[in-house]
């Protein structure tokens, strides 16, 4: 189970200095020299869970951002306490499937000796994504270089705004559109009596609905 990871700081951040100096760290951050405990922090665009098992014991870590702009999910990473533990791989694959889903674009980058690898170019494919392969990018801890690949899935499927959407419908499938709702002057939602839905204030306010929607 996901549970938001401010829940669990302290335990968190002892399990991660617990792993510093491994390979397992070095696959979590980089490169093999990097020892920086990750903050857990509360800010607008970084989602940051613990795995947590039955018993609410902290099991693995997951951090990423959302790009509002571009609606890109980035910046991953991924920790497993508890190596082979299939509640961090089921939970983990279930975030990532809703997130490809919700969003337009998903990317994420690893070492290339990652043991995850296979399963991450698995997924990739399944979600017709693409794999970008860098030459010799980092070391591991005996100084030999180790290529990384580079993963995105763009969501080809357009979502229509609700200017998209309303400019193309009849009175009828506006007043199913809109029905139960009515925009004041701060274009704030309130409930619409059912019994001011006919058809000339369906017609006004989808005219009212269109200049706000192209006004932004």
């Known amino acids: 189970m996901l549970k938001p990871a401010l829940l669990y700081a302290d335990e968190i951040t002892r399990k991660f200095a617990e792993h510093l ?3 397992d760290y070095y696959y979590y951050c980089g490169y093999y020299c ?6 857990i922090e ?5 989602y940051q869970y613990a795995f947590v098992d039955a018993e609410d014991n902290v099991i693995g870590f997951l951090t990423y951002r959302i790009n509002d702009y571009s609606d890109t999910v980035q910046d991953f990473g991924l920790f497993s306490f508890e190596k082979g533990n299939l509640i961090v791989a089921r939970d983990l694959f ?7 889903h919700r969003h337009h674009r998903v990317e ?3 070492v290339g000796n990652n043991p995850v690898k296979r399963n991450y170019d698995r997924f990739c494919k399944k979600h017709n994504g693409y ?13 030999n270089y180790i290529d990384s690949f580079f993963y995105e899935i763009v969501n080809t499927k357009k979502k229509k705004t609700n200017y998209e959407r309303i400019k193309d419908m009849t009175l009828k ?10 925009i004041n002057e701060s274009q704030q939602l309130r409930p619409l009596p059912i019994e001011f839905m006919d058809t000339k204030y369906v017609g006004k306010l989808q005219e009212e609905w269109l200049r706000k929607e192209a006004d932004c």
């Open 173 to 182: 499938e506006m007043a199913e559109f809109i029905a139960g709702v009515q």
């Open 131 to 143: 794999i970008h392969h860098y030459h010799e990018t980092t070391k591991d801890e005996n100084g």
């Open 94 to 100: 279930n975030k990532l499937k809703d997130l490809v």
């Open 21 to 23: 100096y491994t390979t």
């Open 34 to 39: 990097g020892s920086t405990l990750p903050k």
């Open 108 to 110: 994420w980058y690893v």
């Open 42 to 46: 509360e800010k607008d665009d970084l």
